[in-house]
């Protein structure tokens, strides 16, 4: 609250009183609506000035100095920011909405957001969850799918998880890309080569079965070989080598029944 001069008596009064009272004369009421006072000398001044051009006196704070938030995507499904929890619990559920996931369960306090994806005919569909932990402004989120009344034989909820992650780069790229304001500005990591870990084992383990039951009925070697040919693509890209010897054996059976059904048949 500051002192002003009465614009009767000239006695220094309150900015905030509503006549002097000193002679009883009521404080002036701006002509100008838009205008505002200042609240060192009472001048008037627009609403936008930075400072009064009377005394000088500023007018509103600086801005806040920007914030660096950055964002890294350490595959998998593993994200990790540096940012406020409700902006990053916020922007992974953009993410699980842009993506067709419908949300089931929200809840910022527990960490948890839930939800559920078409994917074909499969009536129960898929099973998407992000969970989160940590503390301050350094948030750990995880997201995994599954399906709850079959395996992923074919990687769907892995491409799943994968699509969730490119939307969440996206959105933390236009969110934080800013800097008016006090705004955070991203820095948005490359990936993490992904690992070839229970995914590529279960493809594998599910070529070689399929590869065996070719001995019996040959047109399932076909989707063994598929299968076990995925297994080895996954573990191609990693240095982890899970899975490549199963995979290695039901690629070798699953030839050998294929060829054994085709001679049979030419016979």
Known sequence: MALINCSECGARISSAAVSCPSCGFPKQISAHPSMVSCGECGAEISPSAKSCPVCGCPTKSPAPPAQTCSFADQGDGSFNFSAPYATVFGLVERALRDCEVKIKESSSEQGRIAGKASYGVN????????????????????????????FDTFGACRK????????????????????????VTATVLPPARQPAGASSRGKAITGLCLSIGGLLFGPTSIVGLIMCGAALTDASTSSNQAGRGIATVGLVIGFVALIGWIMILLQ
């Open 123 to 150: 009536p129960f569909g898929m099973t998407v969850v992000a969970t989160f932990a940590g503390a301050a402004s350094s948030i750990q989120v995880e997201v995994t799918a599954s399906f709850t009344d079959a």
């Open 160 to 183: 799943k998880v994968a699509q969730i992650s490119r939307r969440a780069a996206e959105i933390a790229r236009a969110e934080f890309a800013s800097n008016d304001g006090g705004a």
